[in-house]
C-alpha cells in the first residue's frame, strides 16, 4: 500500500495557499536532502521524481525505509516529537523537485489556518499505518509476496507497468538479496504468474491470491 497523495488530502484552499509559501527545492540524482541524525528543520512533499528514505546499519548496509514519489509527505511526525533530529536519510533516486516547508513557517502557517493541524495530524495517522502494514509484510509475508503487493500498487494486475526503481533498490526495499529478487521473478514467469515485456510486468494472479 503506497501513501496517498498529501496534496488531494488537504481541503483546496489549505493545499494552495501551502504551496504559496513552500520552498521549492531542486535535486539532482544522488544528492542528499538530509542525513541520519542532521538537526530537523522542517518537513518535505515530493513535487516530482523519486527519493529514498533510508537507514545505515553500523557494518554499512543500507535498509531502505521506503520510496516515496509525487504527492508524498517527508519527515512531518517530527513537528510533534520530542526529537529534534532527522532519524534516516533522504537520497533522490533520479532528478526532482521538493516541497520544503520550514518548521518556523508551519507554526505561522498553522496560526492562520487552525484547521491545517487537524488535517496534518489526521494525514499523519494513514502515513503511519501505512508504515505498519509494511513492516508487518516485510516480517510476515515472503519475498513473492512482497513482490506481488509492490506490483499491485504500481497496477499491475491491469496493465504492465515499468518498476518504479532498479531492481538492486526494489531488493533493499523489499529487504532480500538482487539474486533472491531476480529468482523470485524467474520462478513466477515460469508458473506464468507474471509477465515480462521490454522491462514491464503484468501479474496473472488467481482470483484467492
Do not use: H
Amino acid at each position: 500500500m503506497k501513501p496517498e497523495n498529501f496534496w488531494t488530502l488537504l481541503d483546496s484552499i489549505t493545499a494552495i495557499n501551502l504551496k504559496n509559501i513552500a520552498v521549492i527545492k531542486k535535486y539532482t540524482k544522488s544528492q542528499i536532502v538530509f542525513q541520519q541524525d542532521e538537526v530537523f528543520t522542517g518537513f518535505y512533499i515530493v513535487k516530482c521524481g523519486k527519493f529514498k528514505v533510508y537507514k545505515l546499519k553500523d557494518n554499512g548496509k543500507e535498509i531502505i525505509i521506503n520510496i516515496m514519489s509525487s504527492g508524498n509527505i517527508i519527515a512531518a511526525p517530527l513537528l510533534f516529537c520530542p526529537e529534534n533530529v532527522y532519524p534516516a536519510y533522504l537520497e533522490a533516486l533520479e532528478p526532482g523537485q521538493l516541497y520544503y516547508i520550514s518548521e518556523e513557517a508551519y507554526i505561522s502557517f498553522s496560526k492562520n489556518y487552525p484547521n491545517f493541524r487537524d488535517q496534518l495530524l489526521s494525514i499523519l495517522s494513514k502515513y503511519i499505518i501505512n508504515l505498519k502494514d509494511r513492516v508487518s509484510s516485510l516480517s510476515l509475508d515472503t519475498i513473492e509476496e512482497r513482490i506481488i503487493s509492490y506490483l499491485r500498487d504500481l497496477g499491475a494486475e491491469l496493465n504492465f507497468v515499468p518498476l518504479s526503481i532498479s531492481k538492486k533498490q526494489l531488493a533493499l526495499l523489499l529487504n532480500t538479496t538482487p539474486e533472491t529478487l531476480s529468482r523470485t521473478f524467474r520462478k513466477m514467469e515460469e508458473e506464468e504468474r507474471l509477465i515480462s515485456m521490454n522491462d514491464t510486468y503484468k501479474l496473472m494472479l488467481l482470483p484467492c491470491e
